[in-house]
């Protein structure tokens, strides 16, 4: 019998690229989007989770406006605290595994590098709600894996989502002037990739329940991320580097959060490639 897998979120980036990979190798997938199953609805939740009984559930559900997080709150703890606590929960009931997705905002950006095991410190409210639904998730399913990664990019399959890449390949085809911060450091991480890691993972049977950092290799500033995605794709732009405080955003924003796997290497599994090798490949992907 094949093993069953419930994905929410599953019209993203990340949930649509699990879905493809664990349909390919022959688990029994249900993917779900936000108009099949509302995850801030608990009663839903529990009535969705007792009917198909999955062995595995990965939330991929997530309130990721970091903009509009400040100004909408309540709306972003539901999705990102209250929903996963709902799922976790039903997950703990069947006794599935449940995996639940999270970012390096949980972090202020302050030590530069960090393992699962430093400290959480969010600074603006997005960051506070994916903090807060990681230790609604543990308290509700101790067996849970939280995975924490950062600036992801991928395909989806809502045509109408735009991801960096995407936006900066638009930008230089309208011939727009970019300016782009140079002083936020991080890990881009490509949703295909995070998927085959992700199920290395829930194969491992060593696996320990707890948090995992996971991203591709190498750091850079969203500047330099922007600049590769034009050579890559072979365009000309005009893109002039700036700093965060003159970019006009309201909202406080770690500078520098580079995760270090360090968990999935004390497991021996192999660390991801360097983003720009992943960067090549999605390029291909979706400009064939």
């Known amino acids: 019998m ?19 990979l664990f349909l390919s190798f022959g688990y029994k997938v249900l993917p779900l989007g936000k108009s099949e199953l509302d995850i801030t609805d608990r009663a839903e ?23 509009l997080a400040e100004e909408n709150i309540k709306a972003a703890f539901a999705v990102n605290a209250s929903g996963p606590f709902y799922l976790a ?21 302050e030590l530069e590098f960090y393992s699962e095991t430093d400290p959480a410190r969010p600074i603006n409210a997005y960051g506070a709600s994916k903090f807060a639904g990681e230790q609604l998730v543990q308290a509700a399913c101790p067996s849970s894996i939280i995975i924490r990664t950062s600036w992801l990019f991928g395909t989806s399959s809502d045509a109408g989502s735009h991801n960096f890449v995407k936006k900066m390949l638009q930008a230089a085809q309208n011939r727009e002037e970019i300016n782009m911060v140079d002083d936020q450091y991080g890990k881009p991480t490509y949703a295909g990739d995070l998927a085959l890691k992700i199920k290395e ?62 968990r999935l290497m004390e497991l021996g599994l192999a660390p991801m490639r360097p983003w720009q090798e992943a960067l090549a490949d999605y390029l291909k992907e979706i400009r064939p």
């Open 2 to 20: 094949p093993i069953s897998l419930l994905i929410t979120g599953a019209n993203g980036q990340l949930g649509f690229s699990i879905t493809k």
């Open 45 to 67: 939740v529990a009535k969705t989770i007792a009917a198909h009984a999955p062995q595995i559930i990965i939330n991929c559900a997530a309130y990721n406006q970091v903009e």
């Open 201 to 262: 993972l829930l194969e491992e049977k060593n696996a320990p329940s707890g948090i995992y950092h996971i991203t591709n290799a190498s750091v850079c500033s969203r500047y330099e991320f922007a600049k590769e995605i034009f050579s890559l794709a072979g365009l000309s732009a005009k893109i002039m580097p700036q700093s965060t405080r003159k970019s006009g955003s309201k909202v406080l924003r770690p500078k520098f959060v580079a995760l270090e796997n360090k």
């Open 89 to 109: 929960k039903s997950a703990d009931s069947i006794g599935a595994r449940f995996v639940h997705i999270s970012t390096d905002y949980v972090f202020d950006g």
